[in-house]
């Protein structure tokens, strides 16, 4: 099992929109097509204006197949139209979990 966090770094000002906007739109997509949603935050003390969430995969072929699916999806493509001038910079990192942690959805 991996998780991979993406961190989006709103335009500042815009962060807000763009969680209107992923509620409104892109949530939906999302937990359908790449199915195991760890969390999703904002960030409120060091670098602001960010948004992050973090997904569960089996691994990273899971997670490559899961993402052709995403980007390949009409409704997808139409939000991500919208969305994208919303954010200035956009971060993926891989997590992989240590010997000694069990994720909570894998018990």
């Known amino acids: 099992m991996l998780v991979e966090q993406r961190t989006y770094t709103a335009h500042p ?3 807000r ?3 209107v906007l992923y509620e409104a ?3 939906a997509i999302q937990k359908r097509i ?4 760890v969390g999703y935050y904002t960030t409120e003390i060091g670098t602001l204006n960010q948004i ?3 997904w569960a995969y089996e691994d990273l072929n899971e997670r490559a197949e899961r993402r052709e699916a995403l980007l390949a999806d009409p409704g997808w493509k139409a939000y991500a139209a919208k969305m994208l001038p919303l ?3 956009m ?3 891989i997590l992989l979990p240590t010997r000694f942690f069990t994720p909570q959805w894998q018990t």
Not at 34 to 37: F, I, Q, V, Y
């Open 13 to 15: 000002g815009k962060w």
């Open 17 to 19: 929109d763009y969680l």
């Open 25 to 27: 739109e892109g949530l």
């Open 34 to 37: 790449l199915g195991r949603m």
């Open 52 to 54: 992050i969430h973090l």
């Open 87 to 89: 954010l200035k910079s």
């Open 91 to 93: 971060e993926s990192k």
